[in-house]
């Protein structure tokens, strides 16, 4: 059929004559009226077929289509407020790709489904509505930090996926066989970005990045995206207030575009709306004060979690506690650099921490973004790769960086699984993305 329109372009056809191409997300018919109601990936559109209209064949195919058989529709577009979309298709013609037939019908119906069997089904499951707007919401989001860092000059360099050496910490490598040699899937670009840095100036990378993570946590994937910036020149204080201006750019990016999306999802809007800056800032040692209040034990007890102790990584439920006193995400800077990465630069006032910083995001989200100032001093980092047994051979490389022309420099990386849960305000993080990886699966 001619004219072939997508649905979220109708707005520029009423009156005239279109095709519409896509799947049957709803039926019901009125005697001699049936409701066709198309989705075709843009948006969703009532198919109005009058039996005084169409052919005896096109009217039987209306009883003939099943929920997500394919199918075009052509006929006039009228505008009708009552509409989903605004509009819809009064038919004269109608053709089937395909009929599911009934004996064998689409496996996602209109009622309650396990999450397991969604997840075994994934591929279908993205067709389902919340599924949609979540990931259109992940598109915007990852729309806006391009756009962001594009507009402030950085360059895209990707990093490679096969990897010699880790980046943070050996437990969590997933090992391959690279024709004999060992080589790891990356768990972070940003050793290839800081060369990068020094080449370019203010960098990025965006890509799969990989933790064999033996947790089950709402907040973990084996498999996950991440935007990592890295700039030369910068400091700690440089970094935190990007990351803050970053977040601030996608919440409010996300609030103008993906609207619809996030009421669909329902999203409390007014929680992204104060999502402003500044954030609040808190060393670490100011949050272990709040952490080792008799409030945040009594938390700690009540959710199951150990209570925190001086000197550890912030868990879960630290993170939940802290990020819960805030209407927007905090950083908390300056962590014992015994929990953090090799590469990390020493706070000038107490040497026993890094010069890093942990973006938290309010609600029980947790860590988004984790970033640092790097050690550009040779002879520091070389006993920081010793000190953490890693092998100095693949590390050759890295350590030029400190050899030729060294520079402070740092960057971040923000999770986009992460971010994305967050902003959309749902449970877990593996909707976040089309094919999820995790601890339990691989398919499909
Ligand atoms: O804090 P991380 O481990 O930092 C790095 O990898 C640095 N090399 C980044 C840099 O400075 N360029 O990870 C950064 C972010 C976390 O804040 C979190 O958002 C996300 O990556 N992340 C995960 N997301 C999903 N599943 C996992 N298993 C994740 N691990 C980290
Ligand atoms: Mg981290």
Redesign the pocket.
Known sequence: MRDHVYISDLNKHDGSRATLRGWLAHTRSKGRIHFLVMRDGSGICQCVVSMADVSPEVWKLCSDLTLESSFEARGKVRKDDRAPGGFELAVEELRAFQIIPEGNPYPIQPKEHGTEFLLDNRHLWLRSSRQHAILRVRDEVVKACRDFLYDRGFVLIDSPIFTPAA??GTSTLFETDYFGQKAYLT??G?LY?EPAAQAFGRVFCFGP?F?A?KSKTR????E?W?I?P?VAFAELDDIMELSEDLVVAITGRCLERKREELKRLERDLSRLESVQKPFPRMTYDEAARLLQSDEARGHAAESGAPPFEYGNDLGAADETFLGARFDRPIMISRYPASVK?FYMQPDPADPTKALCV?MIAPDGYG??????QRIHDYDLLLRRIEEHRLPRQAFEWYLDVRRYGSVPHS?????I???VTWITGIHH?RETIPYPRTLQRLYP
């Open positions: 980046c943070e768990q972070s940003q970005l990045t933790r993570e907040r973990h994937l084996t996950f991440m990592e890295e990465a942990d860590e988004i973004i984790g970033g640092s960057g971040f990386g923000m999770g699984e992460r971010l993080l």
